[in-house]
T-cell receptor, first 115, second 116 residues
Framework: AQSVTQLDSHVSVSEGTPVLLRCNYS??????LFWYVQHPNKGLQLLLK??????LVKGINGFEAEFKKSETSFHLTKPSAHMSDAAEYFC?????????????FGTGTSLTVIP | KAGVTQTPRYLIKTRGQQVTLSCSPI?????VSWYQQTPGQGLQFLFE???????NKGNFPGRFSGRQFSNSRSEMNVSTLELGDSALYLC???????????????FGPGTRLTVL
């Protein structure tokens, strides 16, 4: 079975400090993993994705995530938070099936950036 | 390439009415998925269409239906609207082919439905 757990529903950081959003997954075999960001009243935008190449994945806007199979984790990080990073973040796992790719969404982490 | 477009962006309806939302996927994408997003329930999968056929379905009542046209554009319909149907409805397109290289979803901006 596949599932995604985002360990924090809310994270607050000060502007200029590091960001860590945690995601654990369970998958019966090697999954594809994604992080999406959603700003208020907007659709979801892809930040980065892991599809079995390099375990450290770099995304847009300075975000990166590391796939750790032994820990079944795919945490999202950024060295220095910017005010514009305040948004909802979703971790997603995908696996292929005979009816196309199946997507499993985490419940989201709301990131607040304090000036 | 143009992104995923959804129309209308905002809708206000009253209980008992029906509504139709439209989604145009990225050119070349054959899969369109629909999601409902509410503050209480989060992001919930409604259904996916691929080559004009419903391929996957979430756990929603029959009042929620959809279809896909030969050009991959999709519509979803909600009949007999209830207050709880107020939500942001998101559409996502992807190539639709199973496998790692084809599994990224691209989301539209959503349609905000308010039921009064």
């Amino acid at each position: 079975a596949q599932s995604v757990t985002q360990l924090d529903s809310h994270v607050s950081v000060s502007e200029g400090t590091p960001v860590l959003l945690r995601c654990n997954y369970s998958s019966s075999y090697s999954p594809s993993l994604f992080w999406y960001v959603q700003h208020p009243n907007k659709g979801l935008q892809l930040l980065l994705k892991y599809t079995s190449a390099a375990t450290l994945v770099k995304g847009i806007n300075g975000f990166e995530a590391e796939f750790k199979k032994s820990e079944t984790s795919f945490h999202l990080t950024k060295p220095s938070a910017h005010m514009s990073d305040a948004a909802e973040y979703f971790c997603v796992v995908s696996r292929p099936s005979n009816t196309g790719n199946q997507f499993y969404f985490g419940t989201g982490t709301s990131l607040t950036v304090i000036p | 390439k143009a992104g995923v477009t959804q129309t209308p962006r905002y809708l206000i309806k009253t209980r008992g009415q029906q509504v139709t939302l439209s989604c145009s996927p990225i050119s070349g994408h054959r899969s369109v998925s629909w999601y409902q997003q509410t503050p209480g329930q989060g992001l919930q999968f409604l259904f996916e269409y691929f080559s004009e056929t419903q391929r996957n379905k979430g756990n929603f009542p029959g009042r929620f239906s959809g279809r896909q046209f030969s050009n991959s554009r999709s519509e979803m319909n909600v009949s007999t609207l209830e207050l709880g149907d107020s939500a942001l409805y998101l559409c996502a397109s992807s190539p639709g082919t199973s496998g790692r290289n084809y599994n990224e979803q691209f989301f539209g901006p959503g349609t905000r439905l308010t039921v009064l």
